[in-house]
């Protein structure tokens, strides 16, 4: 874990590209935030109804549902 966590940086309101990235539930078109620049294949959690969303695509961030992980992978 990397301990300093001060990577908030809100620059002027126009061509922001990476802080602060939002994103729309595909699911209930909740907002989905970001704390730092999503990677892709990170697997998130909307908040507003609790399904899974893997990023597929990082600019822009696009969400899509992600696969319902049974308990498969466990070794
Ligand atoms: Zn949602």
Do not use: N
Request: with cysteine; net charge negative.
């Amino acid at each position: 874990m990397s301990g300093t966590s001060q990577t908030v940086v809100q620059h002027g309101a126009s061509g922001g590209s990476s802080a602060g990235q939002a994103c729309a539930c595909p699911e209930c078109e909740g907002a989905i935030r970001f704390d730092r620049p999503p990677l892709r294949s990170q697997v998130v959690r909307c908040v507003s109804c609790g399904v899974e969303l893997e990023v597929i695509e990082t600019a822009p961030v696009q969400l899509a549902l992600a696969p319902e992980v049974e308990e498969d992978w466990g070794e």
